[in-house]
């Protein structure tokens, strides 16, 4: 791939990535508890078009952006871009399998409103189906948060040996003054901090929260670079 379609690749793929995560943080509410089930039901259900459209540009988008960032391999010396890349790849196909868990989400949702409305008429076999389909989203979302988890921390690991790897080269972005380098390793470790330390002490929001401020600085790195490598000749 040429330096054109490495730029392209490397910052589309990651806009439409975030703004596949933002219209997906929308639907099920910027303030629901990762562990208030109902309400993430309820949201998935009244938003299943909106979590479908998401999905894709999430998928989509990662798919681009591992393309351009594997393709990057070589502008730094030394091992630790090689480890890097690998460490976010690896994230990438995490989240785009945890997506799943998502499109299932909704799935359940439309099954636990008709249910709900149901049981609120006092119909016994749709009062057992709520408390069915509670539990099973209750583990579905337990195992997304999870891989979400993991997917964060690989890629914190990702960007902090990419920052180190990029320190050590010349390759500037778009706006030149500012250090590549610095900043993919700022945007690992608040990655890692996030999912290592405040998600089990603190709490998962928070720590989502936290990651959201790596993820809008990895697509400030990612569109600065890309940017720079479709102009360069």
């Given at each position: ?54 999905s ?19 502008t ?31 799935e ?9 409305a ?81 998600s ?34």
């Amino acid at each position: 791939m040429n330096s054109k379609g490495t730029g392209l690749t490397l910052s589309i793929g990651v806009v439409l990535g975030i703004v596949g995560y933002i219209l997906w943080q929308l639907t099920i509410g910027f303030d629901t508890k990762a562990d208030d089930v109902a309400t993430i039901l309820q949201n998935s259900a009244s938003g299943a078009t909106s979590i479908q459209i998401a999905s894709i540009l999430i998928v989509v988008g990662l798919v681009i952006h591992a393309a351009g960032l594997i393709s990057t391999r070589g502008t730094a010396p030394g091992t630790s871009e090689t480890i890097g890349i690998t460490c976010i790849v690896a994230a990438i196909v995490v989240w785009i399998a945890s997506s799943a868990f998502g499109l299932a989400l909704a799935e359940m949702g439309e099954k636990y409103v008709a249910a709900s409305a149901a049981a609120a008429s006092g119909h016994a076999p749709s009062i057992a189906a709520v408390g069915g389909i509670q539990i099973a989203a209750g583990f579905t979302q337990s195992a997304n948060v999870a891989a979400s988890t993991l997917g964060g921390l690989l890629a914190g690991i990702g960007w902090v040996c990419m920052g180190i790897a990029y320190r050590g080269s010349d390759a500037k972005g778009f706006l030149s003054f500012v250090p590549l380098g610095w900043m993919a390793l700022i945007q690992g470790l608040i990655l890692i901090v996030a999912n290592l330390i405040i998600s089990p002490v603190v709490s998962v929001d928070t720590a989502s929260q936290i990651s959201g401020i790596a993820f809008l600085l990895i697509t400030c790195w990612s569109v600065m670079r890309g940017v720079k490598l479709i102009n360069s000749k």
